[in-house]
């Protein structure tokens, strides 16, 4: 009696499947809970498209990668294989120099302040200046809308090797006891952020007229599915693969910066990083343009 009250009780509340299900139980056991039924259907969801991640083609029958751009071809077709470049110069006003850096969907903004005095004494040098560098990722730069914290692990990690790769190209020792400090922040994330935040440093210490030896640019390459590919978006970076990230002086021919995730045979790596390193010529060749035509700028408004 009691089984057939609770039987129609549920019946009318929850629908005649969980009232089905219940007779099938004995009364010790029972009906399956729809937090555990929600569980199951996340998971089979989660291995669906796992699954789906790991057969995606990243470039298809015809030689086109997912947004369209061509694996390789580097030597002719740069339009192709790299993302659209843009930057502006000057965007800070209250900065000694600034720039916006964008890479396809990936977009930067750096600021440099100095050189000028030393904040903290004992860290200032007799003979060079001090390079502080923070890197940072703006809450809406991504889906993900959780809220990170500030000095996590990999903003720091991301800052040393940003203020590194700018120090070589400094000449400190031309500005002892002094201080540059290099801000960037990603606005918008859609894979190289870290190759787009060295571009958007160089070009920001060339507004604020610090002197270098070259400029530095970067690109990143990778290989997915047995191709190689450059200057990776946030799907083809996120597969998993292998990745490598190249900081260059493209006139003085040096290598600045060599990251690289998984690992690769020695004869496939030469490939990726070759490819990484004619990006980074494209972007300097970019670079250039832009400095040029801003001086060019500068000196109409001065009249000369």
Do not use: W
């Not at 440099?112 to 060079?128: A, F, I, T």
């Amino acid at each position: 009696m009691g089984l057939k009250i609770c039987v129609n009780f549920i019946q009318k509340n929850t629908g005649p499947y969980y009232a089905r299900k219940l007779h099938s139980f004995s009364p010790k056991k029972q009906p399956p809970s729809p937090l555990r039924r929600r569980t199951a259907l996340s998971l089979s969801l989660s291995l669906s498209l796992s699954h789906t991640h790991t057969q995606m083609e990243f470039v298809n029958p015809e030689g086109l990668r997912l947004d369209g751009r061509r694996p390789m071809e580097v030597s002719f077709f740069f339009s192709f294989v790299m993302r659209q470049l843009r930057a502006e110069i000057g965007v800070v006003s209250k900065a000694d120099g600034s720039a916006v850096f964008e890479m396809g969907n990936t977009k930067v903004i750096a600021a440099v302040y100095g050189p000028r005095e030393v904040q903290n004494r004992s860290q200032q040098s007799n003979d060079q200046a001090l390079v502080r560098c923070e890197y940072s990722m703006a809450n809406f730069s991504t889906g993900d809308r959780m809220r990170k914290p500030k000095g996590d692990r990999r903003s720091t990690e991301i800052s040393m090797v940003i203020r590194q790769t700018m120090e070589a190209c400094i000449l400190t020792h031309l500005m002892p006891r002094s201080q540059i400090d290099i801000f960037v922040q990603v606005l918008q994330a859609d894979g190289g952020t870290r190759s787009a935040c060295i571009n958007a440093a160089t070009l920001a210490l060339a507004d604020a007229g610090i002197p270098m030896t070259d400029i530095v640019t970067s690109c990143s390459a990778g290989f997915l599915n047995g191709t190689p590919l450059l200057d990776l978006n946030y799907v083809e970076d996120s597969a998993g693969g292998p990745d490598v990230t190249v900081g260059i002086l493209p006139k003085l021919d040096k290598v600045t910066l060599l990251q690289m995730d998984s690992k690769l045979q020695m004869e496939t790596f030469e490939t990726v990083m070759q490819l990484a390193t004619e990006g980074c010529k494209a972007v300097a060749s970019y670079i250039r343009e832009v400095l040029l035509e801003n001086t060019k700028q500068l000196e109409s408004r001065r009249g000369v």
